[in-house]
């Protein structure tokens, strides 16, 4: 186990200097430089280069990589060019708002999806599974800011019952998470975020399941519980419900990792201040720190969320083993 | 058979004849512009000019750039492009017309300034000079319609439109008529939440912002929303008046005895956010800061002409000019910000050795002595302004709240529910506008013409665009009306001239009707034949002897 986790300690550093070399590559060879957002008529040469040289960007390509390397290492992200803040200061503020609408999101889509796929295997053939499938599928496959758009058309434009974006109401403080997490005015903001969220991932968990219980259901122990005369319901949830349950908690943890990024969309219709928003702002205005180190924590995340599945799963299932090698 | 070849030779003969005459055909022409996605109305234009310019018998692609890779090319690569779609914004400080006379077109400004479309015109060059040193007003004014006049004449641009700023607010929350248009503006301006009263118990304006602005702090602009926060924060010796003039602000008198000198007297019983009372020292740094070395580029420009700065009483100082410009109180008085001398004179000395510029500094708590103060600013969600009790023009309103929401849509829909009061940046459909406000009678639309305009640059560094002849008969052909009804839907107006007619002072009254042979293609193809160049088989070629040497735009 220990042999494991270190090979995974090592992967996980391997993908964090291949991405932070690549993010780095990535924004010096696009074209522009952070300088084309002050265009104006009395903007020159002079001041380009003063610009420039405040942002670091006037010293050689490698001197620049060693450099951002270094400060990687000692876990200073740098300064963002365009709100020069600290880096790691803006990412953590935003980090606790994609990490709560994620989460709340992932375990109502997980929760969803886990009962009502087992309630469809159980109903094989019915005409709910007839409804409920083709309609999962959808909104499974409808484009994030369409569903975003069409709750805020309903909920927010027409009947007036959610805000239409942003965290907190105008003028409000966010305050810490702590604040945040005991006060009712973020939680009425988090609703349609959530709810968009929570319909575009209840179809994997959902489709999932019950495709999963479906092939428990045909395996040997559930016939001999059927001898033993349990009754279905009962084998249908305590026994096939729970073996059904690893994929379903290993895609739980994956699509956690990947929803810490992947909210760029719902968190731009619904100007939820996330790492997305952040991403995308910084991309857009080339701030090359801000936007690496949005890319260093996506990837952060991803990879550790995978190592999490890994081990989870070695923990659900006593017939994974993951220190031995036989 | 016989005749079947005596009716080809009919045709060739002629054909191969004109041929002789006429130089290499002209090249594909490309006009960038920004993509469809990011500006519908300037796309929708670029198609319509480019279906103009093909019955002259050029070949025309449009190539949509994104963002940052559309100003590194216009920029930075200034021989690779023929021609791009711009804009120059509004602001205050372009209610003079120097700032835009004078950067835009004057020769040294070719290599690296804003005379981005290499344009070289020596007798334009002292017209641009002699209307920033001439004081007197109307002789200014008739060197600058002079100038406008010359520009119409060589055209070095497609002028388009400009485009008018439609904003919309409850009327239920605030009283419509104290709100306060600036000329060029419209009512989104800084007299505007001055001076709105509120009707009931909201006593907030809450508006949208659609881009996030950059931090804040007196030497730095931080993009056009960020600007509105600004402007409130910290205090300017002028300020640009409802009327597009500068007026004294925190200065309580300026005068101007001779061209290279201006008396300043500070406004008294000033005092900054901390407590501290502003000073006569205050505004002397203020206007010296920034140009202490290269610490502050972006305001290095508005200080270049001062020669000295000095006080002569304890509310008193003198501006001494190197030389005359008639534009000095708008452009750098009613723009340069008062900073605090005892928070910024160790800032700007710490930055001595740094490589960092005064731009890059975020106060913890920002320090001004402004109508409204900054209570919280975070960039990517909101900015949080309370009013200043103690400020001589205390706003009526109790906190300004700008709101960032990059969805357009949302804002519509929060400016419908009530979460904000005031729609100050739309970028969408303004019938969509128009029709919110028909079916709910609380959402009142105010549209107003901007300063800024949209047009098309030709890039003279390559031929044909070089030639006069060339760039008038492609500006003849773009139906300025057409754009501005259609692909602004109503709200812009046809324009000629970098001069808006919303700053009727400057205005050259109908231009925009004396473009060369406008709106006719007869006229553009005499402008064209007379410019030598030659259309053969519905082909447009160069005149005579003039070999393609430009490669296409790639």
């Not at chain 2, 017309?97 to 002292?126: H, I, Q």
């Not at chain 2, 009931?200 to 509105?228: C, M």
Request: overall charge neutral; aromatic content about 10%; glycine content about 8%.
């Amino acid at each position: 186990m220990a042999r494991h986790i270190a090979e995974r300690l090592g992967h996980l550093l391997l993908v964090l200097w291949v991405v932070a070399s690549l993010t780095f590559l990535m924004f010096r060879l696009m074209p522009g430089d952070p300088t084309l957002n002050f265009l104006s008529p009395t903007f020159n040469e002079e001041m380009r280069a003063a610009l420039l040289r405040g942002f670091g960007l006037d010293r050689p390509l490698w001197e620049q990589y060693l450099i951002y390397l270094g400060k990687l290492l000692t876990g200073d992200f740098g300064q963002s060019f365009l709100q020069n803040q600290p880096v790691s200061r803006l990412l953590w503020d935003a980090l606790p708002n994609t990490v709560v609408l994620t989460l709340v999101s992932l375990v109502l889509a997980y929760g969803f999806g886990i009962v009502v796929g087992a309630f469809l295997a159980f109903k094989r053939g019915s005409v709910a599974e007839g409804f409920a499938i083709p309609m999962a599928l959808a909104t499974r496959a409808a484009p994030e800011f369409w569903l975003g758009m069409l709750l805020l058309a309903l909920f927010a434009f027409q009947l007036g019952w959610f805000p239409t974006g942003g965290a907190v109401s105008p003028g409000g403080t966010m305050g810490t998470l702590t604040d945040r997490l005991t006060s009712g005015d973020f939680w009425w903001h988090l609703c349609l975020p959530a709810l968009t969220l929570t319909l575009f991932l209840q179809g994997l968990p959902l489709l999932l399941m019950r495709a999963t219980m479906l092939e428990v259901l045909n395996d040997e122990f559930i016939t001999m519980a059927r001898m033993k005369g349990l009754s279905r319901w009962s084998i249908t949830m305590r026994h096939a419900a729970r073996n059904a349950l690893l994929p379903v908690v290993t895609a739980f943890a994956l699509g956690l990792g990947a929803s810490i990024g992947g909210n760029v969309v719902i968190e731009t219709v619904f100007a939820w201040p996330g790492i997305g928003r952040v991403l995308v702002t910084a991309v857009q205005s080339s701030d090359y720190p801000l936007a690496q180190g949005a890319f260093i924590m996506i990837a952060f995340v991803l990879v550790v969320m995978n190592t999490v599945a890994d081990l989870a799963y070695a923990a659900l299932d006593p017939r994974v083993s993951v220190g031995a090698r036989k | 058979m016989w005749r079947s070849l005596l009716a080809l030779t009919s045709v060739l003969v002629p054909s191969l004849a004109i041929a002789q005459t006429a130089g290499d055909p002209i090249r594909p022409l490309t006009i960038i512009t920004q993509p469809q996605a990011a500006d519908p109305r300037e796309y929708q234009a670029a198609e319509i000019i480019a279906d103009s310019w093909r019955k002259l018998g050029l070949t025309v692609n449009l190539r949509p750039l994104p963002g940052q890779q559309f100003s590194q090319v216009v920029w930075y690569e200034r021989q690779r492009w023929d021609v791009t779609t711009w804009q120059m914004v509004g602001r205050p400080e372009r209610g003079d017309p120097d700032e835009l006379t004078y950067n835009l077109f004057v020769s040294a400004n070719a290599a690296n300034g804003y005379d981005f479309v290499g344009y070289m015109n020596p007798d334009y060059d002292k017209l641009a000079q002699a209307q920033r040193q001439e004081l007197n007003f109307e002789k200014r004014k008739a060197l600058v319609l002079q100038a406008q006049e010359m520009i119409n004449e060589d055209q070095p641009y497609g002028f388009m439109v400009h485009p008018k700023n439609v904003v919309a607010f409850n009327k239920t929350v605030w009283d419509e008529k104290s709100f306060v248009p600036q000329a060029g503006i419209g009512i989104r301006s800084t007299w505007s939440w001055l001076n709105v009263a509120p009707l009931g118990a909201q006593k907030d304006v809450i508006l949208n912002s659609v881009a996030p602005p950059t931090n804040l702090n007196p030497f730095n602009i931080p993009g056009q929303q960020g600007s509105w926060a600004t402007e409130m924060v910290w205090d300017r010796l002028m300020r640009v008046g409802p009327d597009g003039l500068p007026q004294p602000w925190a200065a309580e008198k300026v005068e101007r005895p001779d061209p290279l000198t201006v008396l300043v007297t500070l406004r008294k019983g000033m005092t900054w956010s901390d407590g501290k009372p502003v000073t006569i020292d205050d505004a002397i740094f203020s206007l010296q800061a920034p140009g202490f070395g290269d610490k502050s580029p972006m305001y290095k420009p508005f200080v270049r002409n001062i020669d000295s700065v000095t006080a002569t009483g304890p509310d008193t100082l003198t501006i001494k000019l190197k030389a005359p410009d008639a534009a000095f109180l708008i452009s750098s008085l009613a723009k340069l910000n008062l900073a605090p001398k005892h928070i910024w004179e160790p800032i700007f000395d710490d930055l001595k050795n740094k490589p960092q510029t005064a731009e890059s500094i975020q106060e913890e708590k920002p320090v001004g002595s402004g109508p409204f103060r900054i209570v919280r600013a975070a960039l990517n969600q909101e900015i949080v302004l309370e009013a200043n009790p103690t400020h001589w023009a205390k706003p009526k309103v109790n906190r300004w709240i700008m709101r960032i929401m990059p969805n357009v849509e949302a804002s519509l829909g929060a400016l419908k529910s009530g979460e904000i009061n005031f729609l100050a940046d739309y970028t969408g459909d303004p019938q969509i506008l128009r029709d919110l406000a028909k079916a709910n009678p609380n959402i009142v639309v105010s549209e107003a013409l901007d300063i800024g305009f949209k047009f098309l640059a030709y890039n003279e560094r390559r031929p044909p665009f070089d030639s006069k002849g060339f760039r008038r008969a492609l500006s003849a052909m773009i139906d300025r009306h057409l754009l501005a009804e259609d692909a602004w839907g109503g709200a812009a107006e046809p324009a000629n001239s970098w001069v808006s007619p919303a700053l009727e002072a400057w205005t050259a009254k109908g231009i925009v009707d004396r473009v060369p042979g406008a709106g006719s293609l007869e006229a553009a193809q005499k402008m064209l034949k007379d410019a030598g160049f030659v259309l053969v088989n519905g082909k447009l070629h160069y005149p005579a002897g003039v070999k393609e040497t430009t490669a296409p735009y790639n």
